[in-house]
């Protein structure tokens, strides 16, 4: 008897290659997360399968898993949406009423502060501009509008 479960994940797998037009490696990574969410809804014991999911917290706790595993939020994000994407599937398909992961809120992405060139580096940059070609004047005026205003 063929496993209903990994019958949907392969159904999905495909609609990803040959409909949506993904990668191989964009539809092997959402049949990894698949899997994954397969196995952590398996072993505790929150429903019999993917498509017996009943409620949000199930979800929930899956990010719950998931922040503990100390993944990245990215990480986090992508599985996410592997996920979200799968249950738009199925209920596109008719398999599930409800998409329990549209309205799941992933941890926050960090914000990276930009990295500062140091003022030695902008005097080099302006060294390096030969004033005497026309060019390279230009080059010193675009550049020192750009320091002047602060652009990155």
């Given at each position: 008897m063929k496993d209903k479960n990994l019958e949907v994940i392969n159904e999905f797998y495909e609609n990803l290659i040959s409909i949506k037009n993904y990668s191989l490696n964009?539809?092997?990574a959402y049949k990894t997360d698949l899997l994954e969410f397969l196995d952590f809804i398996k072993t505790e014991k929150m429903a019999a399968g993917l498509l017996q999911i009943r409620n949000e917290r199930v979800c929930k706790n899956y990010?719950?898993?998931?922040?503990?595993q100390d993944l990245k939020s990215s990480s986090i994000h992508r599985?996410?949406?592997?996920?979200?994407?799968?249950?738009?599937y199925?209920?596109?398909?008719?398999l599930v009423k409800i998409n329990?992961?549209?309205?799941?809120e992933a941890p926050k992405t960090p914000k990276r502060l930009p990295k500062i060139i140091?003022?030695?580096e902008v005097m080099m940059l302006f060294d390096a501009c030969d004033l005497d070609d026309k060019l390279g004047y230009r080059n010193y005026c675009i550049l020192g509008c750009l320091y002047g205003c602060g652009l990155r």
């Open positions: 964009t539809a092997d990010i719950s898993y998931l922040a503990n599985k996410l949406s592997s996920l979200n994407s799968f249950y738009n199925l209920v596109k398909e008719e329990y992961f549209l309205n799941v140091k003022e030695s």
